[in-house]
């Protein structure tokens, strides 16, 4: 009986030595790490995480990002309904956009790092030191534009029949598209295909075509946006956050999943694929990441568990061991 207290004592011992002591530090990490991984969404081939929400005093609307510097530009709504172009720098800056008239939307060609400012007064051209050059259609309002894949041509939609033209680099004014009703959320991919969005239902006016089809898969009256990625897919969104991918050569679209984001009103994503969400008084980041970045923590976590019902199975048995009790000298000399 001696020996096998002896044992316990030496067994709890090795097992106290040998298991690390969890400092509050550890343990918060360790939740913070718990909840990262919670949260976690794997969709779109990618994993998506929430890291910051940065706050704006409106709404943010028409967002376009420069991908080499992460400067994120977008029209700015105040609950006045007056409208104002910011930038969000990668700091945290918000800095407004200063035009001789009304700003109304951005657009970027990030082939060649060039922001455009659409203005009751026509196109102009952003610089980095906060200058403004004219670019085209002087005179006109323009309330939407978007640029070729190669920068070599730009489409305006104007105010107040939001009539779609096409432009040369140069000013000089190519076609005229009278088949696009409304040219809100005006997007182009690489092959000259038109997105455009009317009374949040989305269509496409494909290149050489005169008609709009309607894109199938997508839900009516809630579309917010298309975008163009890096690799050229071209994705669309709704008010709720559900994010698809749009085959424009079948003008359809193919649900991949939801950032649980509502009162959605645009977004847009950066040259790494991270996520930007303009909400009411925010713009929400979710990073993404091509491998799950918390298989090392899912892994550690499913040993743990191993290693507690192993040392729950062995307190059993010692529990049962140390509770049997030896035959008296009575029991002894019955026998």
């Known amino acids: 009986?001696?020996?096998?207290?002896?044992?316990?004592?030496?067994?709890t011992m090795t097992l106290v030595q040998g298991t690390p002591v969890m400092t509050r530090q550890g343990l918060l990490r360790q939740k913070n790490r718990q909840q990262f991984c919670a949260s976690l969404l794997n969709f779109n081939n990618f994993f998506y995480s929430m890291v910051e929400k940065r706050n704006v005093s409106g709404i943010p609307a028409d967002m376009s990002i420069h991908w080499k510097t992460g400067n994120i530009f977008f029209t700015l709504?105040?609950?006045?309904?007056?409208?104002?172009?910011?930038v969000l720098h990668p700091s945290g800056e918000c800095e407004l956009i200063k035009v001789a008239g009304l700003g109304q939307s951005t657009c970027v060609d990030n082939l060649n790092d060039i922001i455009y400012l659409a203005?009751?007064?026509?196109v102009y051209k952003y610089k980095e030191d906060g200058s403004l050059e004219l670019y085209t259609a002087l005179g006109e309002d323009v309330m939407y534009i978007a640029v070729t894949s190669d920068g070599t041509a730009m489409f305006i939609a104007t105010w107040p029949q939001n009539r779609v033209h096409k432009i040369t680099n140069d000013g000089q004014k190519l076609e005229y598209y009278s088949a696009v009703p409304n040219g809100h959320g005006l997007t182009v991919d690489p092959r000259n295909n038109i997105f455009f969005i009317a009374t949040k239902t989305s269509y496409i006016l494909k290149s050489g075509n005169t008609v709009p089809i309607k894109i199938k898969g997508l839900p009516s009256d809630k579309m917010i946006g298309v975008f163009v990625s890096r690799s050229d897919e071209v994705f669309g969104m709704d008010e709720n956050s559900n994010l698809y991918i749009i085959d424009a050569d079948n003008?359809?679209?193919?649900?991949?999943g939801s950032f649980n984001v509502t009162g959605v009103n645009s977004f847009a994503m950066d040259s790494a694929d991270n996520v930007l969400i303009g909400i009411k008084g925010g713009i929400v980041k979710f990073n993404a990441y091509e491998n799950n970045p918390c298989a090392d923590f899912e892994k550690l976590t499913a040993n743990s568990k191993k290693g507690k019902k192993r040392h729950s199975k062995k307190r059993k048995q010692r529990k049962r061991t140390t509770t049997t009790t030896e035959p008296t000298e009575e029991e002894d000399s019955e026998e």
Do not use: P, V
Request: avoid cysteine; glycine fraction near 4%; proline fraction near 0%.
């Open 119 to 122: 203005t009751d007064n026509g």
């Open 251 to 256: 003008a359809n679209a193919r649900y991949l």
């Open 1 to 11: 009986m001696k020996n096998l207290i002896l044992l316990i004592m030496m067994w």
């Open 77 to 86: 709504i105040s609950d006045e309904m007056k409208m104002s172009l910011q």
